[in-house]
């Protein structure tokens, strides 16, 4: 027997195509819809279920033991900031041998910008997984080639640089989904101070855990060559606002 879904009133914030996934607030909590057939131009209002009652709908009628994909937990963690191990070797690897490039996949996926903040509804995620790519790459490749022939001030300039940049990077990030998801704090309050003590302290656990929210085994399958990290071409998740 099936159960009425209800249906969400949103205001569409940019010209969407159809098939686009938004993230909605509704009543305070976060809902997810897709835009229905033929688009919608910016400014207009339009109706569709919510995406987690339809698909909670069809597995309690079908008894499936799964969970919707393209849907990132709202509220709560799915993983602890050090449950490194916990997770598959995938984006463990990716996390602790190149963080970078997890960080550029994290952004395209949520569609953020080049400083770590969220992109408008309409624009498509920067090609920042590959500029961070060839960064990590030129950087290891060249300090390994010149390394002998540096003078140490230079090299620690170089090391520094490279350093506060991703610092401040994977702290806008971490700062603004959390926010976005409502995720609680970890050690230092809910601020923008905690989100750099974490990026600062274990930048590579602060990635995975961000990944564990958005990639998670059966689902929504992460893939390390994907520039989004997302598998069989799963697109990036937008946000909007309900009405």
């Not at 598959?88 to 690897?93: E, I, N, Q, R, S």
């Not at 994977?170 to 603004?176: A, E, Q, V, W």
């Not at 990635?207 to 990639?215: E, G, P």
Request: contains cysteine; glycine residues 8%.
């Amino acid at each position: 027997m099936s159960t009425a879904i209800n249906l969400v009133s949103v205001i569409a914030p940019a010209t969407l195509p159809e098939g686009t996934t938004l993230q909605a607030e509704v009543d305070g909590k976060t809902v997810t819809v897709v835009v229905p057939e033929g688009g919608i131009g910016e400014g207009e209002k339009f109706e569709a279920p919510n995406l987690e009652e339809a698909v909670a709908n069809v597995i309690a009628q079908n008894k499936l033991n799964v969970v919707p994909p393209n849907v990132i937990p709202v509220g709560k963690w799915r993983a602890a900031l050090f449950a490194c191990c916990e997770t598959c070797w995938c984006p463990m690897f990716m996390g602790w041998c190149c963080t970078p490039v997890l960080l550029g996949q994290i952004m395209q996926r949520v569609n953020f910008g080049w400083f770590g903040c969220p992109n408008e509804v309409s624009s498509k995620p920067p090609p920042v997984c590959m500029v961070f790519f060839f960064v990590y790459i030129s950087c290891l490749v060249i300090g390994a080639i010149f390394y002998g022939m540096m003078e140490s001030g230079f090299k620690n300039v170089i090391i520094t640089v490279m350093a506060c940049f991703f610092l401040v990077i994977g702290t806008f990030t971490r700062h603004h989904f959390r926010r976005r998801y409502k995720l609680p704090p970890t050690y230092f309050g809910d601020n923008a101070c905690d989100d750099c003590m974490v990026t600062w302290f274990c930048s590579c656990c602060s990635q995975m855990q961000i990944a564990r929210q958005i990639y998670e085994p059966g689902v929504a399958e992460y893939e390390p060559f994907s520039p989004n990290g997302a598998k069989d071409g799963n697109g990036h998740i937008s946000f909007a606002n309900a009405v």
